[in-house]
T-cell receptor, first 109, second 118 residues
């Protein structure tokens, strides 16, 4: 069975500092991985997915199959990045996602 | 972007009563909807997958007679918590995947519904 691990429940950085939110997965096949974000009092929304290899709001994430990781990175954090971040894995059809427990990022001024 | 709306956002009910939560896709047809439950400080737990016009597929450990799911149209899925008990108190979230998501894999989430059973 697939599993997504986000080892940090809380992460606090200062504005302008680099930030990395860790995500490791367990799945024997070829996964599709996503990062979803939930800002305060807003709904979950897609931030980025590994297939598109894009940068959204300055965030990037690279799938490392050797380390089974999909860490989310941003070189210079902004206060508006403060939110709950969920790593998610799609292991099969129908986009049934397995979510990690989430990391609450706080960017301090 | 596509919008998914849940109603009600908050509901308080007495133990033993049934509560219905609606999930609507406002500007797209949702071929598949998902229902999640979120416990405090824990991840989203997928409860069931709902496909329009067919029976929902429940995850292991989720009582289908307790959590009735109906997906009667391409824009509406409902979750009914039957004979609710205090332990059913939780945050319930739906998400939808439309035909446009087929190639992107993106799910669109509702704002969630907080159920409190007294």
């Amino acid at each position: 069975a697939q599993r997504v691990t986000q080892p940090e429940k809380l992460l606090s950085v200062f504005k302008g500092a680099p930030v990395e939110l860790k995500c490791n997965y367990s799945y024997s096949g070829s996964p599709e991985l996503f990062w979803y974000v939930q800002y305060s009092r807003q709904r979950l929304q897609l931030l980025l997915r590994h297939i598109s290899r894009e940068s959204i709001k300055g965030f990037t994430a690279d799938l490392n199959k050797g380390e089974t990781s999909f860490h989310l990175k941003k070189p210079f954090a902004q206060e508006e990045d403060s939110a709950m971040y969920y790593c998610a894995l799609d292991a099969g059809s129908n986009y049934k996602l397995t979510f990690g427990k989430g990391t609450l990022l706080t960017v301090n001024p | 972007g596509a919008v998914v709306s849940q109603h009600p956002s908050r509901v308080i009910c007495k133990s033993g009563t049934s509560v219905k939560i609606e999930c609507r896709s406002l500007d797209f047809q949702a071929t598949t909807m998902f229902w999640y439950r979120q416990f405090p400080k824990k991840s989203l737990m997928l409860m069931a997958t709902s496909n329009e016009g067919s029976k929902a597929t429940y995850e292991q450990g989720v009582e289908k007679d307790k959590f009735l799911i109906n997906h009667a149209s391409l824009t509406l899925s409902t979750l009914t918590v039957t004979s609710a008990h205090p332990e059913d108190s939780s945050f319930y979230i739906c998400s939808a995947r439309g035909r446009a998501s087929k190639n992107t894999g993106e799910l669109f989430f509702g704002e969630g519904s907080r159920l409190t059973v007294l």
